[in-house]
């Protein structure tokens, strides 16, 4: 996405470190506009569960909400579009290796926001989100590419559900489905929730790969 003041962008990616090892350039640093994508980012978040997945309550959105915006996912998001790369940082910074830093990476992503929001408005903000597809998983495991995928197509963000559970205590075996609003795309066994949930993300991607 261009936007139409460039000088946004690169204020959203001046660390304040840069800034101090620069006072003759008086540059701007991305924390004010970090406050504000911080606040755009949890707006754009709340109103993308809300439209897709209408039967979670108060509560389910609220946890999910803040696994979308969280640190980790963040991060993962900047990582995935190398924002490390074209951030200026301060020679301490950069040889410390803060490029790579989850901190310095998902604060610069919600100052990008901020840019995009103060450029574009608050539509283009949500349209960068969805494509960005900022995930709670940061590996890029089953579920983490379910949610990329079902977010880029707008349908929002996959739910898991224990459809039943056997087995004795000790050796106990889940049956895990996956929906997204109220399709069923998929389900999965394995002998921890966290498996079942990723067997059920890859056989539902393996059905939309077949589909196509």
Same mark, same amino acid.
């Given at each position: ?112 926001? *901020?840019?995009?929001?103060?450029? @574009?408005?608050?539509?283009? +903000? $949500? %349209?960068?989100?969805?494509?960005? #597809?900022? &995930? ?51 389900? *999965?066994?394995?002998?921890?929730? @966290?498996?079942?949930?990723? +067997? $059920? %993300?890859?056989?539902?991607?393996? #059905?939309? &790969?077949?589909?196509?």
């Amino acid at each position: 996405m261009e936007l139409r003041h460039p000088q946004l962008l690169e204020q959203a990616l001046t660390h304040s470190s840069w800034a101090h090892e620069h006072p003759e350039l008086a540059a701007s640093d991305n924390e004010r506009l970090e406050f504000l994508g911080d606040a755009v980012i949890e707006l754009v978040a709340a109103e993308t569960l809300y439209r897709h997945d209408a039967d979670a309550g108060e509560g389910a959105l609220t946890l999910r909400r803040a696994a979308l915006v969280s640190t980790g996912a963040l991060a993962a998001a900047a990582r995935r579009i190398q924002l490390g790369r074209y951030l200026r940082v301060g020679h301490g910074v950069d040889n410390a290796g803060g490029r790579d830093l989850d901190s310095l990476l998902a604060n610069a992503m919600e100052a990008v926001f *901020g840019a995009i929001y103060l450029d @574009r408005g608050l539509r283009a +903000a $949500a %349209a960068a989100f969805t494509r960005l #597809a900022v &995930t709670t998983d940061a590996g890029g495991n089953h579920k983490g590419r379910l949610q990329e995928l079902t977010q880029s197509e707008g349908a929002g963000v996959p739910r898991y559900e224990v459809a039943a559970t056997s087995g004795p205590s000790h050796r106990r075996n889940y049956r895990v489905e996956v929906w997204v609003g109220k399709e069923r795309l998929g389900e *999965g066994e394995g002998s921890t929730l @966290r498996s079942a949930e990723q +067997a $059920a %993300a890859s056989r539902a991607l393996d #059905a939309r &790969t077949r589909a196509d």
